[in-house]
């Protein structure tokens, strides 16, 4: 990829992203509710209107709204994430050990099911209609089925209740972990396995397999020398929906198995219409998202480069 191709496409993350938080700033403050008079009210104050105007002062909210946005966004860009309405802490240091949780259960989950849905997936080519492929298609269709909550609360009844293998809300952390990250990386691995299979299965319907068989090679180590890159090519085009995913999985992990996640901060944040925290919260997954869908299109291209090219010709 050439550096006026990689420039372009940081601007064009850059502008979806700035897109992604100007529109949310303006949908989160088109939530009924008005942050003062909350607080007012969890307090048991009379709000009269020099306390509301005081409130709205300190809070930066008696400026424009374009004003409003430009203000928090060279505070973000500056990691000074502003001040929560509701514990008047610093909202940076507050999500700061809070985002470790998250982004341990996240990322663990993906890794996860990228490991067990790449092995799935080989052995599911590697002998298609068999057990592996078999397997590998009941979780893909139980991914898109079964309700998360239903499935961490069933995890947490047989290996915390009833087996007594786990101790996921009083243990070490890598015991809280353990279930999370389970239960996120199984609504991926159906996914990643289907689509590992698609690319070894394209691989081994290929003419050159037939050389490389005749070479002396079994079929297990030919699929896996000859496929892994075509393998990896569909797996990087297809996961970027995962990416939302991993967003949510973990948020649900992180209610059911009572993590201190950002999930709890956010749940509150919301009903207290506590704007700092809800925009630094969304920036960071619109940050997450973005990143993720353009690394996986740098993946593709340095693994193929002829996809780039691709348009150019055609015209």
Same mark, same amino acid.
């Given at each position: 990829?050439?550096?006026?191709?990689?420039?372009?496409?940081?601007?064009?993350?850059?502008?979806?992203?700035?897109?992604?938080?100007?529109?949310?700033?303006?949908?989160?403050?088109?939530?009924?509710?008005?942050?003062?008079?909350?607080?007012?009210?969890?307090?048991?104050?009379?709000?009269?209107?020099? +306390?509301?105007?005081? *409130?709205?002062?300190?809070?930066?909210?008696?400026?424009? +709204?374009?004003?409003?946005?430009?203000?928090?966004?060279?505070?973000?860009?500056?990691?000074?994430?502003?001040?929560?309405?509701?514990?008047?802490?610093?909202?940076?240091?507050?999500?700061?050990?809070?985002?470790?949780?998250?982004?341990?259960?996240?990322?663990?989950?993906?890794?996860?099911?990228?490991?067990?849905?790449?092995? +799935?997936?080989?052995?599911?080519?590697?002998?298609?209609?068999?057990?592996?492929?078999?397997?590998?298609?009941?979780?893909?269709?139980?991914?898109?089925?079964?309700?998360?909550?239903?499935?961490?609360?069933?995890?947490?009844?047989?290996?915390?209740?009833?087996?007594?293998?786990?101790?996921?809300?009083?243990?070490?952390?890598?015991?809280?972990?353990?279930?999370?990250?389970?239960?996120?990386?199984?609504?991926?691995?159906?996914?990643?396995?289907?689509?590992?299979?698609?690319?070894?299965?394209?691989?081994?319907?290929?003419?050159?397999?037939?050389?490389?068989?005749?070479?002396?090679?079994?079929?297990?180590?030919?699929?896996?020398?000859?496929?892994?890159?075509?393998?990896?090519?569909? +797996?990087?085009?297809?996961?970027?929906?995962?990416?939302?995913?991993?967003?949510?999985?973990?948020?649900?992990?992180?209610?059911?198995?009572?993590?201190?996640?950002?999930?709890?901060?956010?749940?509150?944040?919301?009903?207290?219409?506590? *704007?700092?925290?809800?925009?630094? *919260?969304?920036?960071?997954?619109?940050?997450?998202?973005?990143?993720?869908?353009?690394?996986?299109?740098?993946?593709?291209?340095?693994?193929?480069?002829?996809?780039?090219?691709?348009?150019?010709?055609?015209?």
């Amino acid at each position: 990829m050439s550096w006026l191709a990689a420039m372009r496409m940081a601007f064009m993350a850059l502008v979806s992203w700035l897109a992604a938080v100007a529109v949310s700033f303006v949908l989160i403050r088109l939530i009924p509710g008005d942050p003062v008079d909350i607080f007012a009210n969890r307090m048991n104050v009379h709000a009269g209107d020099e +306390l509301v105007a005081a *409130y709205r002062q300190a809070w930066g909210l008696d400026h424009s +709204l374009i004003e409003q946005f430009f203000i928090w966004l060279k505070g973000f860009v500056t990691l000074d994430w502003g001040v929560s309405f509701v514990t008047g802490g610093s909202v940076s240091n507050e999500l700061a050990p809070r985002l470790a949780w998250s982004a341990a259960i996240g990322f663990g989950g993906m890794i996860a099911a990228i490991c067990f849905g790449t092995f +799935l997936g080989f052995r599911a080519a590697l002998h298609p209609g068999g057990m592996a492929d078999s397997l590998s298609r009941s979780m893909a269709v139980a991914g898109q089925a079964l309700p998360a909550f239903a499935v961490g609360l069933l995890a947490l009844w047989l290996f915390a209740a009833e087996l007594r293998w786990l101790l996921p809300f009083s243990g070490s952390t890598v015991e809280r972990l353990v279930l999370p990250v389970a239960l996120v990386a199984f609504f991926s691995i159906g996914s990643v396995s289907r689509l590992v299979r698609t690319g070894f299965a394209e691989t081994a319907a290929a003419p050159f397999m037939r050389t490389a068989l005749a070479k002396g090679l079994s079929r297990k180590t030919a699929l896996w020398r000859h496929g892994g890159r075509q393998a990896a090519i569909v +797996l990087v085009a297809g996961i970027a929906p995962d990416l939302a995913w991993i967003v949510g999985g973990t948020a649900i992990a992180e209610i059911v198995f009572g993590i201190p996640g950002l999930s709890e901060r956010v749940v509150d944040a919301v009903s207290s219409r506590d *704007y700092p925290v809800l925009q630094s *919260y969304i920036a960071l997954v619109a940050l997450w998202i973005i990143f993720g869908l353009h690394l996986c299109a740098l993946l593709r291209h340095t693994l193929d480069p002829r996809i780039g090219s691709l348009p150019s010709r055609v015209q």
